[in-house]
Each structure stands twice: as C-alpha cells, then as structure tokens.
C-alpha cells in the first residue's frame, strides 16, 4: 500500500510539474504574441498577419518595426532560458545555490573580453566585428571559470567561492575602468550602450548567429542531465553512477561558459536570471530529475525575460533592461537566502 | 572741510573690495563705458548702475530652475555678493564652447583650464590651448576641485548642471553659470558672445562680431517650404531623442526653410520610440544628422546600423546632412558661426549654389 501511495504521488507530482510547464509555456507564446502588438507604433493583427506572410504595409516601416519586434522577442526568450540554463548548471556544479553567471563573476570576465575588442577600436557593427567580439567574450568567460574551477579544488566553502566571485567582478571592472581612460568617444559610447544591456538591436544575421550558438549550448546542456543528477546528489555519487567527472567538468565550463558569454556579447551583461530562475524552478517543482528541470528553467527563463522586456517596452523603453530583471530577480534571491539561513546552509 | 574728507575716506574704504587673501585691493576697475543690448537670448540680462554692472544668468525651462548673477564693478565695490575678480586673468572652463566665444573675443590666452580636452575637436582653438598648456579640469567625468584650485583661475566658466553643488562652496573661486545651449535660436545663443564681452571688457568688440554675424545670417534665412521636411538625429538604444520644434537645432532648420513636424510646447527633447522615429523618417525628405562617429563615416555604414533606413526617401535620394562632432567644430566654433551653420544646410539642400561646407557634409557610400 505504501509503495502504491508513494508511486501514486510521484506521478502525481510529474504530471503536476507537467501541467505547470505547459501552463508556463503557453504564458510565454501569449506573452510572444503581445510582444509583436506592443509598442508607439499600432500594428493591428491583421497588419501582423499580413506583414508575417510576406504582405505590402502601408508604410514601409511596419515591415521593420514588426522584423525588430520579433527578434527582439526571440532574443529575450533565448537569452533568459539561456542564463537561467547557465545558473542552473552553476548551482549544481558548485553546488550552491546562489551561483550565477553574475556572481560568479562570468559575465564580467565576458564583458572584459568585449571591452577589451570595443574599446581598442572595433566596432560591433559588421560580421567581422561581431565574431571577433563574439570571440574575445568567450574567452573572458571561460578564463574566469577555469579559474573558479582552479580555485574551487582548494577553497570548498560555498560562501568563500561566492565571495571570490564578487572579487573577479570587481577585478574586471576596475580593469574595465582603466581601459575607457584610453578609448576613443565612438569606443567608449558603443561600450556604454552595450553595457546597458538590451534585448534589442539584432539583425537577421546576428540573430542567426546568436540563435544557433544558444541553441547548441541548450542542446549541450541536455547532455548534461544525468552527469547533474548525479552531481546534485555528490561528486562521490555521480562518480558511482559511472559519471566521468573530470570530463563533465569541462563538458560544464564549456557550456555554461558558451551560454552565459554569448548572451553577454550580443545583449549586454544581464543580472539577476541566471541565479534567480533556477530558485524560482526549486521552488515551482519539487523534481530533482534534471529532465524536467532544464526545460522547466529554460522556458520559465524565458518567460521572465520576456516579462521584464514587456514592462521595459510598456514603461514607454525609458528603464535599463538590468533594473527590469532587479526588480524580478531580487526578491527571489533575497527569498533565497532568507530559506538558506532557515536550513543553516 | 575735515567732514568732508572722513565721509570720503569712509566712501572709500567702504567700496574696496576684500580680495581672497584678506587684503584690500586698491586696483581700480577700468570698465567700458560701451552699454550692451540684448535683443534676442533670454538666458541672460545686463544692468547697468552707476557704480557697477550687473550679470544675471537664469533658466529658460521651468523644470530644470536656475539662476546666477555677479557684479562686475566700475570702481573698487564691497558686496555681499558675488564680484567679478579685478583685472581677470585666468579663465576656467567646463565646456569648450566656452573657449570658442573667449577666442572669438582674442581672449584664449586667459583660459588656464578646461575640462574633457580629450573629447575637444582638434581644430584650431584646439592647437591654440594645447599650445599655451592649459590645465585638464575633469577626472572621471567630473570637475577635479584640486586641478581646478590648482589651475589658479580667478573665474570658473560652468554648466548649470552642478550649480548649487557645495563642492564649489568650499573653494574661494567664483563661479558662473553659461546656458547658452538652452536658447532658442542660433542668434539667441550667439548673443551669449556679448556675456562673454561684459566680463572680458570688451564690450564694443562683442556688439560688433554680433551685429556683423546676425546680419549675414538674416539675409540668408529662407522661408519655409512645407514639401521640405526634415527628420533629425539618431536613436540611443531604443529611444530616439528629437530636438523640440522651439530648439536652437530646429530653429536653424526652418531658418534654412525646412519644414519640421514635431509639435512643441516647450524646449524639452521629445523622447520617441525608434519605430516612430522609423515611420517618421519614412516621411521625411531630408535628415539631419549630428552625432559623434568614426571619421570615414559613410551611408553605408549608416545603413548597417540599421538596416530599415535604406528605405528612408532622404537615404534614397543622398539627402542625409552630416555633422561629425567628433572631427568638426560645430560645438565650438559652430556656435559662433551660425551664418555659416546655415549656409551649410541651404548649400547642401540646394537653396544656394556656391559655398564650400564647413560643418555638414552629404552623406555617401
């Protein structure tokens, strides 16, 4: 009877869980959909309609507006799952679950690799300028985690590492500091923009860039979900488990920093999702079946992202993207630690 | 007889003015007699009383209040208030038009200090400062107070921005406000040259550079032809600051005979989304761009920043008019150079046939 109950329960839960990501999902295409209607200039449904399917528009402009409001859309819901995907994998890894691509100190290393391509001249305009950043993103992104993933074999404790992370982020902004001292105003003014941090802007060749690269960093991170599995239960474990850790250790630095690197490139460095969502998936789901959590941090990364890009478009654009996701990512992250101290972490 | 001469003495030791370091300075202040008028800028008045000259300096917008003032004595004065230091030498300034108004005025050679000298233009008041050595007043985007004590300024020319900071409170250096920008009209702000006249003395020489620019421009100012239309400047992100129809950027426009839509009540910028911008510029013959970009700046650079402009008619046609800040003088010398300001746009929208631009230039690929 008991065995019964606790299957019943657990299917219970799953379908649950189920029912609440589908909920989530169909918020996020609705959200998709208003995000197409909204903005100074009315474009009725039927202007959509026509426009998606390859129709005149009485201006010409519509065809823009409405091309700029899809890939912004498309951009937010890639960037959320995105970071929330990156936090997670971060959480589990360091097991700790205030890590982030933000504390950890990622984004900045991200955002030093940029600054270092922007404010010694070249622009983000252009394919080459877009790949050389691209690229010099990556590498601040994954020196700081290979030097996370260095220190991490000595120091254990949780907070230490956060700490250290902080340190980084200040380390690269002073750095950062140093470099405008030298930049020219064109650099310095393309950097600031950048630093904003905004869903908006893409092109339909950087959206494909952007799109594919996230997308084989998700594709990645769904590899990962039995080495996570294990590792959220201990290294001994998922080494029990037949998990090479050393590999999966590479295999996570390489994803995470990829995701995390990416976003920051392309929208700007973005606070708060990456180490909020996957508290807000804890807290929604009680799985700890990576199958289902991944995917469940990814949309419900998406639909936060989307959220925070539609009060940002409502609020008439006059807000930075990072007070949006502030004002969203906060109280989870406060919540958060309030819960730890609760359970004496 | 002896009455007399200890209600004289009383006079006159009542009127010296304390100078900073607690002594009395006897130096008489040789003020022109030359009365200014002013005509059209409203950010700015003079006064004149028998035994001074009185600056005011106040805001012309209701929701950014300042005000300033100093008194520029004929004769040895005490006030309570603000006065011009005797026999002025050095100059500080926080903005490098400022500088463009004191060399009109051959007075660069009394600019000790001016703040971001690295975002100047390198032109020839540029070569003329950087000759003389003059001390950079900004550190970290803000006035350093030791560089600028250290600069040894008698007067600090600023922006209205800081002006109850109490940072300058805690240094014995006047300073006064210049507003210029907020005028209206590019007359309007060239009048500020007869401020700059009043503290330098050299009242006579501002009115005649003035009367003598003001009538050059007048004769070139063409009516405005309502097919003429203009779109103006370039998003930030996603917004799309146009300049208000009652602005100085505006007024030139239409000076030129351009027609520009945006309605205004006041001289506030008008925040609009870039795609209203878009359709706007979809609407618009013309488009008049100042902004800062790299020196080969072209159409088609201008195009891959956003790919929807290549529908714009004014790209169509070749009819975007280009102000680099970063490379031309338009935030100096262009200040004081409105007649040419406007030539520019008139030469480049075909309204006048010969003249060689100095500020604008048509776009190209």
Not at chain 1, 177 to 203: D, H, I, K
């Amino acid at each position: 009877m008991f065995i019964h109950q606790s299957i019943l329960n657990y299917w219970m839960t799953k379908t649950r869980d189920i029912y609440i990501l589908i909920g989530i999902g169909l918020m996020t295409m609705l959200f998709f959909g208003l995000s197409l209607k909204i903005g100074e200039v009315k474009l009725s449904y039927e202007d959509i309609w026509q426009l998606l399917n390859g129709g005149e528009a009485a201006n010409k402009s519509w065809s823009y507006i409405l091309d700029s409001r899809l890939y912004r859309a498309l951009v937010a819901i890639l960037s959320g799952g995105a970071l929330a995907v990156s936090g997670l994998i971060l959480q589990v890894f360091f097991r700790n679950p205030l890590a982030g691509p933000g504390v950890l100190g990622i984004s900045s290393g991200a955002s030093l690799g940029v600054a270092i391509v922007v404010l010694g001249g070249v622009s983000l305009q252009g394919f080459t300028g877009y790949v050389t950043t691209v690229f010099s993103g990556l590498v601040g992104a994954l020196l700081i985690l290979l030097l996370l993933l260095l220190v991490s074999k000595y120091i254990k404790d949780a907070v230490t590492l956060l700490v250290l992370g902080l340190m980084l982020s200040y380390f690269t902004s002073a750095i950062l500091n140093v470099l405008y001292q030298w930049a020219s105003v064109e650099s310095t003014r393309e950097f600031v923009m950048w630093g904003l941090g905004s869903f908006e802007g893409l092109n339909r060749v950087q959206f494909l860039i952007f799109s594919l690269l996230i997308s084989l960093g998700i594709m990645g991170s769904l590899w990962l979900i039995k080495p996570l599995n294990g590792l959220a239960l201990g290294t001994e474990y998922a080494t029990s488990m037949g998990i090479n850790i050393k590999f999966v250790n590479w295999i996570i630095i390489l994803i995470t920093g990829v995701l995390t690197a990416i976003v920051t490139v392309f929208c700007g460095p973005i606070g708060f999702i990456g180490i909020a969502v996957p508290q807000l998936t804890r807290i929604i789901t009680k799985s700890r079946n990576h199958l289902l959590i991944i995917p469940f941090t990814f949309i419900l990364g998406s639909f936060l992202a989307l959220t925070a890009d539609m009060t940002i478009r409502v609020l008439g654009n006059n807000i930075p993207l990072n007070t949006a996701t502030a004002l969203i990512g906060a109280p989870i992250i406060i919540w958060t630690i309030f819960k730890m101290n609760r359970s004496g972490m | 007889m002896r009455i007399c001469t200890i209600i004289l003495c009383i006079v006159a030791l009542g009127c010296n003015e304390i100078t900073q370091d607690g002594s009395t300075n006897i130096s008489v202040v040789n003020q022109q007699e030359y009365k200014l008028k002013i005509d059209f800028a409203k950010g700015f008045s003079i006064d004149y009383f028998s035994d001074y000259t009185l600056l005011k300096i106040n805001s012309l917008s209701d929701k950014y209040p300042f005000y300033d003032s100093i008194i520029l004595p004929h004769k040895q004065l005490a006030s309570e208030r603000k006065v011009l230091p005797i026999n002025l030498q050095n100059i500080a300034c926080q903005s490098s038009t400022h500088i463009a108004f004191l060399d009109q005025l051959d007075a660069t050679n009394k600019v000790c200090g001016l703040s971001d000298i690295k975002y100047m233009p390198k032109d020839e008041i540029y070569d003329k400062i950087i000759a003389s050595g003059i001390a950079e007043l900004s550190n970290n985007d803000q006035i350093d107070i030791e560089r600028l004590v250290n600069s040894n300024a008698d007067l600090f020319l600023m922006y209205p921005f800081e002006w109850q900071s109490e940072r300058y409170k805690t240094i014995d250096l006047p300073t006064l406000l210049v507003a210029e920008y907020l005028e209206s009209t590019p007359i309007a702000r060239l009048e500020w040259l007869k401020f700059f006249g009043c503290i330098l003395d050299k009242a006579q020489l501002a009115d005649s550079i003035f009367e003598s620019v003001k009538n050059q421009y007048n004769t070139l100012v063409e009516n405005v032809d309502s097919t003429e239309t203009v779109l103006f400047n370039l998003p930030f992100k996603d917004n799309w600051d146009m300049p208000s129809g009652l602005s100085l950027t505006a007024n030139l426009a239409k000076d030129a005979g351009l027609f520009y839509d945006v309605a205004s009540k006041n001289m506030d910028n008008i925040v609009m989304s870039r795609e209203k911008a878009w359709e706007k510029g979809m609407l618009a013959k013309y488009w008049i761009i100042i902004a800062s970009r790299p020196e080969d700046f072209s159409l088609t650079d201008l195009i891959d920043e956003m790919p929807v402009y290549k529908e714009f008619p004014s790209v169509k046609s070749k009819k975007v008019l280009f102000c680099n800040t970063a490379y031309s003088s338009y935030f100096t010398k262009g200040v004081i150079e409105p007649h040419i300001l406007l030539k520019d746009i008139l030469f480049l929208t075909g309204k006048i046939d010969v003249h060689s631009p100095k500020y604008f230039k048509l776009l190209d690929d």
